[in-house]
């Protein structure tokens, strides 16, 4: 119960709330209310339900601890490359990105990421980091540069081509994850 408590002073404290105006948004006393901030007092589920929805919270919000943040450090991140084609930089580790998935990708000149017949579920965000990305995609052939970026189904087959004398270094966030072929 002493984790709840820190939890709720944590969250009221976040959202800019005394503990009497917690208390009167619960219908709790502010006595009580301390109480089981500082894990002083046990909490009902009544109580516990009330402090929730005062805090605009669900119950369950203030019973589990939220998960620490993943964190990958940029010499560490899992790198893949298939045969000779171009190295694919995962942001977050492919097995734990179980909603959505970032790449940093880099393509020399003339190459490609995707395919005629690339295509996934959801969708796919692009964003140009530095030099030149062709995108294909149903009919449509688009030109982005550094700092522009573009949305897109992932179920309609699309390319990625580096155009330009430089390289192209871009981040592709797909949702769901999905595989990322590259060509040389």
């Known amino acids: 119960m002493q984790n709840i408590g820190a939890r709720i002073r944590a969250l009221r404290l976040r959202k800019g709330m005394t503990i009497p105006v917690l208390a009167q948004l619960a219908g709790l006393s502010p006595g009580f209310v301390s109480q089981v901030e500082t894990g002083k007092a046990s909490l009902s589920l009544d109580s516990l339900g009330r402090i929730a929805e005062a805090l605009g919270l669900c119950t369950g919000d203030l019973l589990e601890a939220p998960p620490a943040p993943r964190i990958v450090r940029a010499r560490c991140r899992p790198r893949v490359r298939w045969g000779s084609s171009p190295e694919v930089e995962y942001l977050a580790p492919p097995v734990e990105a179980n909603q959505l998935q970032g790449a940093l990708l880099r393509l020399q000149p003339g190459g490609l990421a995707g395919g005629c017949d690339h295509a996934h579920p959801g969708q796919e965000l692009l964003w140009v980091l530095s030099g030149t990305v062709r995108l294909l995609q149903g ?30 270094q871009f981040l592709v966030v797909t949702v769901p994850p999905a595989e990322l072929p590259i060509a040389p």
């Open 139 to 168: 009919g449509h052939e688009i030109e982005l540069t550094d700092g522009d970026s573009a949305l897109l189904e992932g179920r309609v087959p699309h390319t990625y081509e580096a155009v330009g004398a430089e390289e192209a």
